[in-house]
């Protein structure tokens, strides 16, 4: 069995493995120093998004159990989702968003409405 310290690092593989689909590519690595412990998660790049979820509500609901893990063995404890270099397109701004998307209001009709076609 692992020692008592690990046990976040257990938590934090459990979890991960039964949510995403390949998982035998997740793979954590634990470091210490003062701030607390800090646990690197590493996933296939096609669950990504099974572990963020919506919002990020997934990452957030890991990190704060993981906390909880912690605190129970008086460990300051934190979570770090890995993503590769490039992973992301470039973040887009509002007004580019909206004109790929068609700009998000109606079209004006009202020419096409005039010739009574």
Not at 7 to 14: A, G, M, T, V
Not at 71 to 85: C, G, M, T
Not at 90 to 101: G, Q, V
Request: overall charge negative; charged content about 35%; glycine content about 8%.
């Amino acid at each position: 069995m692992a020692d008592e310290s690990h046990k976040d690092q257990e938590f934090i593989d459990y979890v991960v493995k039964e949510l995403v689909d390949h998982s035998q590519d997740v793979k954590t690595e634990r470091t210490v120093d003062e701030m607390g412990v800090l646990i690197t998660l590493h996933v296939n790049p096609e669950d990504m998004g099974q572990v963020i979820g919506r919002s990020g509500q997934t990452a957030r609901s890991l990190r704060t159990l993981l906390r909880v893990v912690g605190a129970k063995n008086n460990a300051r404890v934190n979570l770090k989702i890995y993503e590769p270099e490039g992973s992301r397109g470039p973040r887009r701004s509002r007004e580019e968003r909206e004109a790929m998307s068609g700009g998000g209001e109606a079209p004006d009709t009202s020419i096409v409405d005039d010739l009574k076609i």
